[in-house]
């Protein structure tokens, strides 16, 4: 009986443990998954940003501005290659998303900056940020910041 209770807290405890894990906020129509960001070495000036951001409306909105307490600046930048060659340009009037649509930010596409980074990003820490939406408003988030490396964010943070 004790072995079958310690069993069930162990259980339980894992798969709390892996909810706790995932962060995802909403705001309005808009479902905001997963903000991550990458670690940066240090007297590294910039970092990234990634999420996704899903609007279940029936009416489109804009993301307009991005501001974070280690961070200067932050802005909405749009990276792709052409020919070859591979440019990164500021999305001033921000992005929209269409309703019915999902926008991934993501490594090599669209992404946020943060600029005069105030310190290094370190893994494992989660940075404070708001997103503000031309309709929804401003939206208060924490970016996880994953390895110096990684790719996608780990995949114990996607658990629901």
């Known amino acids: 009986m004790i072995r079958f209770f310690l069993g069930s807290c ?10 706790a894990l995932a962060h995802d906020y909403k705001a309005g129509a808009l479902r905001i998954g997963h903000p991550w960001s990458r670690a940066t070495p240090a ?3 910039v970092g990234g940003g990634y999420l996704s951001i899903e609007n279940t409306g029936a009416t489109p909105d804009r993301l307009i501005a991005i ?29 929209t998303i269409e309703p019915g649509a999902k926008l991934e930010l993501k490594p090599g596409g669209f992404h946020i900056m943060f600029m005069d980074l105030a310190r290094p990003l370190r893994p494992e820490e989660r940075i404070k940020a708001v997103l503000t939406f031309e309709k929804a408003g401003p939206v208060e988030v924490e970016f996880k910041v994953e390895g110096i490396g990684a790719r996608t964010s780990a995949p114990a943070e996607h658990a629901h």
Not at 10 to 19: M, P, Q, S, W
Not at 70 to 92: F, N
């Open 10 to 19: 162990a259980v339980a405890l894992a798969l709390g443990g892996a909810a």
């Open 43 to 45: 007297g590294a000036k």
């Open 67 to 95: 501001s974070a307490p280690v961070a200067g600046r932050a802005e909405m930048h749009e990276m792709s290659v052409s020919d070859g060659v591979m440019s990164m340009r500021p999305l001033e009037r921000g992005v």
